[in-house]
C-alpha cells in the first residue's frame, strides 16, 4: 500500500505569505505614523517627507538588481534570513531616530522638542538631522525587504512542482495584499497607545519571530525530515523532463544578450516607459494617501481614517485578482496573439486610473468618494503591473528576461523617486502661496493634490501610446 503524501510543501508556502505580510506593513508604518505621531515632534514638512519616500524608491530599485544574485550565493535558506533580519532590524532603527535627534541636538526631552518653533533655526536643525537619521533607516529597510521576493520564487521553485508554481505564488504574493489590509488597523492603534516607536519595534519585531519558524521549517525537499518519498517524488516530478531541456539547451545554447546591448532594442525602451510612467503612480498612493486623508480631517488617529485605508486596499485587492483573467480571456476566447491580448487588456487598465480626475472634486461631497476611486485607480495599477511584467517574456530570450525586469525595475524606481520628491515641494509650495495658488478651481494645498491626481490619471494612457507606438506588433528578439 503507498503511503499518502505528506504537504510540507504548503507549510513553507504559508511562511512565504507571512514574511511578505511583514515585509508590506514594515514598509507601511512610517506612510501610517508620519503625519500626525512624527512630523509634530521633528517639524517635517511635506517635502521632507517626499524626500523620505523618493529615497527609499531608487534605493530599493538599485538593490533589487542584486537582491537575486545575493540570494543564490547564499543559498535559500541563509539568504533569507539575512534579507528578513536585515530589514527587521533597519524597521525597529525607526524608533531610534527621536532619541538621536535628541542626543545630537542637546534637546533633554520630546515635550521640548515640539515645543520649538517651526520654521526657527532650531526647528529646522531638527527636521534636518532626523530626516538623515530616517533615510539610513530607510536604506536598511529597503536593503533587505530587496530580498524578499527573489528568495520566495527561489523557494517555490524548490518545493512545486511548474505546474503548482504559479498558485503557490499567486497564494504568498496574497500577503502584499493582507498587510497593506493589516496595517491600518493595527499601525494607528499601536502608535496612539504606546507610541509611534513601539509601533515601528513590535512590527519590526515580528520579522524576527519569522527567522526562528523558518530555521527550524525550512531544509530542501530531500533534505528535509517532514517530506516523505510520496511528496519529494511529486516535488520533483519535472526533473526528467528539466533533463531532456538541459540537452536541448546543450545542443544548442541560448545567447545572453549584452547589458549595454539590451538599451538598443525598442522592446526595452517600451519596458522602461511603462515602468517609468506608472510606478510612481502606485508608490504615491501607497505613501500619500493616509496623509491625504489627515489633511481631508480624517487622520489615522480616527476610525474613521483607519477604515478609509482599508477599504482602499481591499477594492484593490478584490478587483486586481480579475488582471490576469483579461488577457487569457481575449487570448482564448477571440484567438487573439498572446502580445496583442495583453496590450488590450493593458488598455482597458489604463482607463481605471483616470478615475482619479474625480477624488479631489468628489472629496467636498464625501472623504469616501476619493477612498473608492484611488482604490479603483490602485486595482488598476496592479492588473497593468502584472500583464506588462508578462510582456518581457513575450519579447525578450528566458537567458535575458531577468535582465530586463532589472532594468525595468530601476526606471520605475526613478519615476517614483520623482512623483514623491514633487508632491512634497508641490504641497509645501502650495500651502505656503495658499489662495493664490490654483488649479481647477481649488486653492492651496487642494489644488496641490489636484495636480498630482491629474498626473496620476493620464500617466497609463501615455505610457500604453509610447509603448504601442515603440512596438506596434509582437516582435520577439532573435539572437544570432
Known sequence: MKKAMTNWRWWICLLLFVATTVNYMDRQVLSLTWKDYIAPEFHWTDSDYGIITGFFSIFYAAVGLFAGRFVDWMGTKKGFLWAIGVWSLGACMHAGCGWATMMIEDIDSIEALKALETGSTAALAVASVSVWLFLACRA????????????????????????????????????????????????????????????????????????????????????????????????????????????????????????????????????????????????????????????????????????????????????????????????????????????????????????????????GYSIWFPAIIIGLAGAGHQAWSANIFSTIGDMFPKSTIATITGIGTMAGGIGSTLINMGAGKLFDYAAAQGDAFTFFGFAGKPAGYMIIFCICAVAYIIAWSIMKTLVPRHKPIVVE
Open 140 to 363: 536598511v529597510l529597503a536593503l533587505g525587504e530587496a530580498g524578499n521576493f527573489p528568495a520566495a520564487i527561489k523557494t517555490t521553485a524548490e518545493y512545486f512542482p511548474k505546474k503548482d508554481r504559479a498558485l503557490a505564488t499567486s497564494l504568498f504574493n496574497a500577503g502584499s495584499s493582507v498587510g497593506a489590509l493589516a496595517a491600518p488597523l493595527t499601525i494607528p492603534i499601536l502608535a496612539s497607545k504606546f507610541g509611534w516607536e513601539m509601533a515601528f519595534i513590535i512590527i519590526g519585531a515580528l520579522g524576527f519571530i519569522w527567522m526562528f519558524f523558518w530555521v527550524y521549517m525550512y531544509d530542501k525537499p530531500h533534505a528535509s525530515k517532514h517530506v516523505n518519498e510520496a511528496e519529494l517524488e511529486y516535488i520533483l516530478q519535472d526533473e526528467a523532463a528539466e533533463k531532456q531541456e538541459a540537452e536541448k539547451k546543450a545542443a544548442k545554447e541560448e545567447k545572453v544578450i549584452p547589458f549595454l546591448k539590451c538599451f538598443t532594442y525598442k522592446q526595452t525602451w517600451s519596458f522602461i516607459v511603462g515602468k517609468f510612467f506608472t510606478d510612481g503612480v502606485w508608490w504615491f498612493y501607497l505613501f500619500w494617501a493616509p496623509a491625504y486623508f489627515s489633511e481631508m480631517g480624517k487622520s489615522m488617529q480616527t476610525t474613521e481614517g483607519k477604515m478609509l485605508v482599508f477599504v482602499l486596499y481591499l477594492i484593490v485587492t478584490i478587483v486586481s485578482i480579475f488582471g490576469g483573467y483579461l488577457p487569457k480571456l481575449f487570448v482564448e476566447k477571440k484567438g487573439m496573439e498572446p502580445y496583442a491580448g495583453r496590450m488590450r487588456a493593458m488598455l482597458i487598465f489604463a482607463f481605471f486610473p483616470l478615475l482619479a480626475l474625480f477624488a479631489q472634486p468628489l472629496q
